[in-house]
């Protein structure tokens, strides 16, 4: 049966062979009649795509025509001059009136704390005492000699009245006499610097020390503050150094306590930081019954000149740029982009330096699809002035009048 199929296979080799060199062949003749066939179907099916593809950008176009000439629908607000009192705020911390670190002037032995922790003490009250037994017994051996000498020069000076005493020898003993004077006052300043006592009213606080321990001068005793009145230390930028002055008014707040306190600055420094250019400002707070204390984080609204005739708009309004801020105005139905100068923000506005004037139709909405030129609709207009207008009459306010020509529309356009 295998000798029998042999020739079949041979066969069909032979055949699928044959069909391949014939294709080979036949090949490059075929491929660019099918090549060309193809190319002339899609040249005729192009310009029917771009006929379609035209028509479809002729319909992009005309919408976006039709978008582009639409007026946009803002709202605005009419600038209009207000008081204000611009307010730097500050970030500083609170100090003591009088502050000190209570330490011996010698070395000794404590041998006695006569002070309560945190209790109030005055001027000149004796805190802590050193053991002075050697100074002591220094300044009654000088008591004593002293008593000699005294005594000694007033036999001299009789017998120099009586002419018998040489003038040298009283001398001397006057001398003598200064001498022991002297030993006695150098012993008593230093027992005294065996003694720490305070050097103002104030409150002392926690005590490092107990009795019988040894300190030198390094040592920390206690701490003294002085609390009926606290500093409040802060710095603001050089602009403001030319309007700081003696007696201006703060408020400020701590943590942990939901109140304003209000101090005044008496002092300034007269002179710009050059390493972060600021100047340094201390007011004081009258603290009764020792409310706040010295190292307290303070957050600090500083009150300038207060401003009768200050623009101010929304904070919304201003557009950052890269160099510059804008805003934009309503003028003739149109967007009109305007450069200005801004000065202390506050939560919901800004105060403009320059740039701006009474009467400027600024717009606060739609600010991302504006472009200048662009046609506007104010759909509402915020502030007195511009409700005036809208109702076709006049106001004043800061000494500025209005009329509804500032908009340069009808009032149907105004809605």
Do not use: C
């Amino acid at each position: 049966m295998g000798a029998k199929m042999l020739p079949t296979v041979k066969t069909s080799l032979w055949i699928v062979i044959t069909f391949l060199v014939v294709g080979g062949l036949a090949a490059p003749k075929i491929m660019p009649l099918l090549h060309t066939g193809s190319k002339a179907s899609g040249e005729g099916s192009a310009p029917q795509a771009r006929q379609e593809n035209g028509a479809g950008k002729g319909e992009g176009k005309t919408g976006k025509s039709k978008e582009g000439g639409a007026p946009l629908h803002v709202s605005a607000y009419v600038v209009q001059l207000t008081p204000f009192a611009e307010t730097i705020t500050a970030t500083g911390s609170l100090r003591a009136e009088e502050s000190v670190e209570l330490q011996a002037e010698t070395n000794g032995k404590v041998v006695a704390i006569n002070f309560t922790e945190g209790s109030r003490v005055k001027k000149g009250t004796l805190l802590v005492k050193l053991n002075d037994a050697d100074l002591v017994a220094t300044r009654i051996r000088a008591t004593r000699r002293k008593e000699l000498a005294v005594l000694k020069e007033h036999r001299l000076a009789e017998l120099l009245k009586e002419g018998v005493a040489r003038q040298e020898d009283y001398d001397t003993a006057l001398n003598d006499v200064n001498v022991q004077n002297a030993e006695i006052e150098l012993t008593e300043a230093q027992i005294a610097k065996t003694e720490v006592r305070a050097p103002f009213d104030g409150v002392v606080g926690l005590r490092y020390v107990s009795e019988g321990s040894f300190v030198n001068a390094q040592t920390r005793v206690a701490t003294l503050q002085s609390l009926d009145n606290l500093k409040i230390d802060f710095s603001v930028p050089e602009k403001y150094a030319s309007r700081l002055r003696v007696g201006m008014p703060i408020k400020f707040s701590v943590a942990g306590s939901g109140k304003k306190f209000e101090g005044d600055v008496y002092a300034f420094d007269p002179r710009i930081d050059p390493a972060t250019r600021t100047v340094f400002v201390r007011a004081k707070y009258r603290n009764d019954k020792d409310k706040l204390l010295p190292g307290a984080f303070a957050n600090i609204e500083l009150a300038l000149d207060a401003l009768s005739d200050a623009v101010m708009v929304p904070a919304v309004a201003v557009v950052p740029g890269l160099n510059e801020k804008n805003v934009f105005i309503v003028r003739d139905g149109k967007a009109v982009r305007r450069a200005v100068e801004t000065g202390t923000r506050t939560e919901t506005t800004v105060h403009v330096l320059s740039g701006l004037q009474a009467g400027d139709v600024v717009i606060t909405s739609g600010l991302q699809q504006i472009r200048p030129g662009a046609s506007v609709i104010p759909e509402g207009v915020e502030g007195e002035q511009g409700l005036a207008r809208r109702n076709g009459k006049k106001s004043k306010k800061g000494g500025v009048e209005a009329t509804t020509s500032a908009l340069n529309m009808s009032d149907d356009r105004l809605l």
